[in-house]
């Protein structure tokens, strides 16, 4: 009886394990398709991208150019003028006869200094990569120059964002969680515009989305929107910087 019962059950069971594990690895085998397709469109990427030096760098360059480069800007530029209150040394440089524009003008040329130099770095760092591993795919200088463009420009738009909140936060609250959360958040919309056809609207919310990352495209260049965007948006809070940072009551 124990061996027919073990007889019976490896003909019962057997074929249905074998059955149960096939769908398995074909069910596994489509949420994987799926999560990289969801990725791949979260990226803005498509196979195309990864056949080519220039495509998979753009694809792989928001999130480590991207993002941390405007968690730089930000924060540098949320800090950079508020640390003058935060450290009690505004009384002694408004007691150099120093009106309150030029000290704004000379934090804001030293916050434009240091982003230059730093898109200067990654650029010339980007720009020797592609041609060290770029092997027999070949790419656009042009394209890849105007797309470090696009990307300088996003962390201006942000670096704004940070010099105008720093001058609306109130002494001793730290600038950092709220700037981690602007650029997480902004980043989060874009991926989710991308991936989610339903709710690519609200991707339009994030400045990430203004960077066209399709530099495969034969037409891929500076478009006139988008550096009006940039270039607007970013002219609008350094100018309210200035106007309202002149009427602040400055804690000493």
Known sequence: ???????????????????????????????????????????????????????????????????????????LASKILSREEREQTAEFLLAKHISRIEVVGSKLAVFLTCLVFLNVVITAAGFLSLEIFKGDSEYSVAVFFCYAFYSFLVMLLFGAVGFFLSILIKRGRSMTSISIGIILGSYFFDIVSKATPAAAMIGYISPFKFVPTDVLNP????????????????????????????????LV
């Open 1 to 75: 009886m124990i061996v027919l019962s073990i007889v019976h059950q490896l003909l019962i069971i057997g074929p249905a394990a074998s059955i149960i594990i096939h769908f398995t690895n074909i069910f596994c085998q489509k949420e994987a398709l799926l999560i990289c397709r969801f990725n791949m469109a979260a990226f803005g990427a498509n196979m195309e991208s990864f056949t080519n030096v220039l495509g998979f760098y753009a694809t792989r360059n928001p999130i480590v150019v991207g993002l941390l480069g405007s968690f730089f800007s930000i924060m």
């Open 219 to 250: 037409g891929y260049g500076i478009e006139g929107l988008r550096l009006l965007y940039f270039g607007g948006i970013s002219a609008l809070f350094f100018l309210l910087t200035f106007v309202i940072y002149r009427k602040k009551d400055i």
